[in-house]
């Protein structure tokens, strides 16, 4: 079927199949049918809406080989991604995206229009062979319902998420019932994970995993009342139930935000402000598959707090006021100093906090800004200007999973130093001239 274009319709389809799917295919067209389908694409127009697999696409689908089949579906894909994610699709990956599929039952995959869980199932394997052969695709998706386009970050940004990409097992997302658990808790730390490749991303903004892949949509209606300190009982009746909580936070309070698992070995938290909008998501910051979090309360109101999970099961909800003190501030402007030269010894106590630093810069002197793993595996570093403008960001450049920045400063004056990481746990930061 080489040589489709690049919208193939099921008319131009049906000129090139042989005479057993043909008849297939009329089979379930009427000629009103066919008239319609010579003048639509197969499947491009709806392969990132809501409605697709169509009843009508995956019958269709039934009648063809497996090879034709794939033709098909990397066309329709290829003829999706570059106008509704704005990434070109090189002759390479479509090839890779061809070869891809031809591991997984494309025909069933295109059929899974039943159970949620047979939805999962196809939506990982159609993800998973984007990540394999079309990553900025992916990382397009996944930006695509915060409003972000991928030409929007810059370098660092767009390396950091490609490196987070090719730390994914994709072949656990082949779409088999057994993999489907590890896949979407894979496919969660992704999503989460691209926050600390785009920090900006972090607030305000709507739960990072794509729409169809997310626990349902979030609503603030019917949520339980949590008593602050006092531990709530809950139970999920399916892998993909939620639950959601509401606590009364207190202005300049920090709180705790646990869930100890039960009969629910693997639960996650996500915590809304109080119109609903993603704030944070944790999975298993607590150890032992327990989510945490921690959040200083800007304002007094209420927020909300969604237990989910991979699988069913019981759970215990606790929202406690924290007495966590804090060894470095988590913004710029209590950043602790530091003198050029000396090691500073700091800890993240919980996933996604940050620590800030600064030293005085000297115009024409360059600087080596280093982060030394210890309980904290994999540190990160951002560096600012005097007006908290980001001027470089590192994850892995000094080996071993540790950050280095070499930095020439322009002027003399402060600079900030952000270590952030993946995880909690301790580190040394130390700043060189070179």
Not at 130 to 142: E, K, R, T, W
Not at 301 to 327: I, M, Q, R
Not at 332 to 346: C, L, Q, S
Request: hydrophobic share 45%; aromatic share 8%; charged share 25%.
């Amino acid at each position: 079927m080489a040589g489709l274009a690049s919208e193939p319709s099921w008319s131009e389809i049906l000129d090139r199949l042989s005479a057993s799917e043909q008849s297939c295919i009329r089979g379930v067209l009427d000629e009103a049918g066919l008239d319609q389908a010579g003048r639509e694409s197969a499947m491009s127009r709806r392969l990132f809406s809501n409605d697709f697999p169509t009843a009508e696409d995956a019958t269709m689908f039934a009648c063809l080989a497996a090879g034709t089949a794939a033709d098909v579906f990397v066309a329709s894909m290829v003829a999706a991604i570059e106008p509704e994610l704005g990434v070109a699709v090189s002759d390479a990956e479509r090839a890779c995206l061809r070869d891809w599929l031809d591991r997984i039952d494309l025909v069933a995959l295109v059929q899974s229009t039943g159970t949620a869980a047979d939805d999962a199932e196809a939506g990982l394997a159609f993800l998973g062979s984007m990540a394999a052969c079309v990553p900025d695709g992916l990382i397009s998706l996944f930006l695509q319902e915060t409003g972000v386009r991928l030409d929007e970050l810059d370098e660092d940004e767009r390396t950091c998420a490609r490196e987070l990409l090719a730390e994914v097992d994709w072949d656990g997302l082949d779409g088999s019932e057994d993999d489907v658990e590890a896949a979407y808790e894979a496919l969660f730390s992704l999503s989460f994970g691209l926050l600390g490749c785009v920090p900006d991303l972090a607030e305000g903004q709507p739960a990072p995993a794509p729409e169809e892949f997310s626990q349902g949509e979030f609503s603030t209606e019917g949520a339980k009342p949590v008593p602050v300190g006092e531990p709530v009982e809950g139970d999920l009746d399916s892998a993909y139930a939620t639950e959601v909580f509401v606590f009364e936070a207190v202005e300049g309070e920090s709180y705790e935000i646990a869930v100890a698992p039960g009969t629910l070995e693997d639960p996650t938290l996500a915590l809304y402000d109080a119109d609903g909008y993603w704030l944070d998501s944790d999975d298993d910051s607590g150890g032992d598959l327990a989510p945490l979090l921690f959040r200083d309360a800007a304002d007094s109101g209420p927020l909300y707090v969604e237990v989910g999970g991979f699988g069913a099961g019981s759970y215990t909800l606790t929202v406690a006021v924290s007495d966590l003190v804090d060894d470095h501030a988590d913004s710029p402007e209590d950043a602790t100093a530091v003198t050029v030269g000396e090691p500073a010894a700091g800890v993240l106590h919980y996933a996604g906090e940050v620590d800030f630093f600064v030293f005085e810069a000297v115009s024409g002197e360059s600087y080596g800004i280093a982060v030394a793993p210890g309980t904290l595996e994999d540190p990160t570093l951002a560096l600012y200007d005097a007006g908290v403008w980001q001027l470089d960001f590192d994850d892995d450049s000094g080996g071993s999973l540790a950050p280095l920045l070499l930095w020439e400063a322009a002027d003399s004056g402060p600079l900030y130093v952000e270590v952030g990481g993946f995880g909690a746990g301790s580190y040394t930061l130390t700043i060189t001239r070179r």
